[in-house]
């Protein structure tokens, strides 16, 4: 698809929206719509799209908040990592709520796997079984949380960004002689 000046916004809306519930306060942790968004966006854009939404989601939020660490680093390969697969995932699926689904639990699990067994044990000295132990909940909350975004979300995310204006009615309608084709009746 090819990338308009109605496109860049749609993309930046998309990541003002994503960094203001990630900022709401009293919000479960691991309850974002990131995933759910990047899916669309990786299908919508291609992978370059859904890999610059999810480095940017991350980075934008940990500059707002001031918690720029190495945990920026391995998230940001993380979801970039998503934001790459998403587009190849989705270039030959039908952009419905369960291929979403699909996508957001194995998606999750990935993402989970690759920050949760590695910051805590390899910088913050966490045992491997402290940080399986302490992930199973934040995985829980996260799986359920992007299951229920990419149900409900994502499809309506995915039309939102494809979606084009309606010509004028004279646009749209064909004449009753192409003058290039004429028929004889």
Known sequence: MKINTKNYFKFFLALVVCL?????????????????TLM???RAYGALAGLAFAVLSI???DVVTGTIGVQTFFT???????????????????????????FAIVGTFIYD?????????????QTFWGSLVGQIPFTM???LGNTV?????SPAIYDSLIKQRPRDLAQESSPLINPLQPKTI
């Open 20 to 36: 203001s519930v990630r900022l709401l306060p009293f919000r479960a942790p691991n309850v974002e719509p990131i995933l759910a």
């Open 40 to 42: 669309p966006i990786g």
């Open 59 to 61: 980075l934008l939020y």
């Open 76 to 102: 940001v390969i993380a979801y970039g990592t998503l934001g790459l697969w998403a587009a190849h995932y989705f270039k030959n699926k039908k952009a419905n709520k369960w291929s979403y689904v699909r």
């Open 113 to 125: 796997a690759l920050t949760g067994f590695t910051v805590g044990p390899l910088f913050f000295h």
């Open 141 to 143: 909350l996260h799986l």
């Open 149 to 153: 975004f990419a149900f409900i979300l």
